[in-house]
Nanobody, 112 residues
Framework: VQLQAYGGGLVQPGGSLRLSCAAS????????ISWYRQAPGKQRDLVAT???????AYVDSVKGRFTISRDNAKNTVYLQMNNLKPEDTTVYYC???????WGQGTQVTVSS
């Protein structure tokens, strides 16, 4: 199963975006799916994780602002991002455990 992130764009500080992670096949049997982000020249960092049992975890910098969810019927995982800040600007990716090939990611730009 390959995963592809999309839904990024340009938004003003304090705005919202919803990213989608679409799977090429069923995600019902995939235990963990996560969102990551990577700024140019930096390592790819984990942002949020959701398991098929409903366990959720976030990096401290997005707690209270981002919400991860999954819709197994649509084979899609979402990342609702609210109160976006300029420091959230980067490329966002999704992947599963065990990892598969990384997709192109989706650019999120927070700027006035």
């Amino acid at each position: 199963v390959q995963l592809q992130a999309y839904g990024g764009g340009l938004v003003q500080p304090g705005g919202s975006l919803r990213l989608s992670c679409a799977a090429s096949g069923t995600i019902t049997s995939i235990g963990i799916i996560s969102w990551y982000r990577q700024a140019p020249g930096k390592q790819r960092d984990l942002v949020a994780t959701i398991s098929n049992l409903g366990s959720i975890a976030y990096v401290d910098s997005v707690k209270g602002r981002f919400t991860i969810s999954r819709d197994n019927a649509k084979n899609t995982v979402y990342l609702q991002m609210n109160n976006l800040k300029p420091e959230d600007t980067t490329v966002y990716y999704c992947n599963k455990i065990p990892m598969t090939a990384w997709g192109q990611g989706t650019q999120v730009t927070v700027s006035s």
